[in-house]
């Protein structure tokens, strides 16, 4: 496409990281490259197109990580001294390496109650959590999902305090549902960008899941394990 006053990088520089990563034969791929998006976002179109031969292409953003239910090569640009780097022009540098299962750190993580007892009616479920003040406030949460579904959601972030009002809101997209599978584990960073100076007050959240049509917000039903709708949020109050 027209690049006036330059040009992009040339495919050439880029079929070496391609032929690299197929001599893995890999069945699947997970990409953390610039965003979601294919036919938006560049570098994610272009490796979509490269990896066209690959049964399996998905991609994620940095405050997504996905461990999937069958080994996947990790494609990314976050190079150490320790993998496979490929250099393109600048900074610009690409590295790749086996993603499995096990590489969850579940342990790091705690445990929400009846988490195999609730479920959002799209098939999505919160496992577990991991709350941080330091060097910022983030949550981390861990879902399942049942498989693959054609609406992108939202999750709504809002914490409270010990008298339970919502007082720093960290929403944010979740990951396509066009790129769910069944066994994956998906973990959602969410750092709210406003009320930092609150963390202290801090003592849980109400998370919930909704799609946006313009003006439009619809939240998404969260059931019990006999299907009986129990609202639209999950309530979680932080353990010490």
């Not at 495919?11 to 032929?19: Q, T, V």
């Not at 914490?159 to 549902?177: L, P, S, Y």
């Amino acid at each position: 496409y027209n690049t006036p006053g330059g040009f992009a990088t040339p495919l050439g520089y880029m079929l070496p990281i391609r032929e690299a990563l197929l001599d893995e034969k890999p069945q699947a791929v997970i990409a953390n490259l610039d965003g979601q998006y294919i036919g938006y976002h560049e570098e994610t179109t272009i490796w979509n197109s490269l990896l066209y031969d690959v049964p399996s292409v998905r991609f994620i953003e940095d405050d997504i990580q996905v461990y999937p239910a069958a080994n996947a090569i990790y494609l990314s640009h976050h190079c150490t001294s320790n993998t496979p780097n490929f250099f393109l022009r600048g900074e610009n540098c690409y590295t790749f390496h086996e993603r499995k299962p096990s590489d969850f750190d579940a342990a790091s993580f705690t445990s929400i109650a009846d988490a195999d007892q609730q479920k959002f009616v799209n098939g999505a479920r919160l496992l577990s959590y991991r709350w941080t003040l330091e060097p910022q406030a983030c949550l981390k949460l861990a879902w399942a999902v049942d498989g693959a579904v054609s609406e992108d959601y939202q999750v709504a972030v809002h914490f409270i305090d010990a008298q339970k009002k919502e007082i720093v809101f960290g929403d944010a997209i979740f990951w396509r549902g066009r790129y769910w599978r069944a066994g994956d584990t998906i973990v959602r960073t969410f750092c709210p960008a406003n009320g930092q100076e609150r963390k202290a007050e801090i003592v849980g959240v109400r998370v919930g899941m909704y799609t946006q049509d313009g003006a439009n917000f619809n939240g998404v039903n969260l059931l019990d394990s006999t299907g009986k709708i129990l609202g639209q949020s999950i309530e979680i109050t932080f353990k010490p």
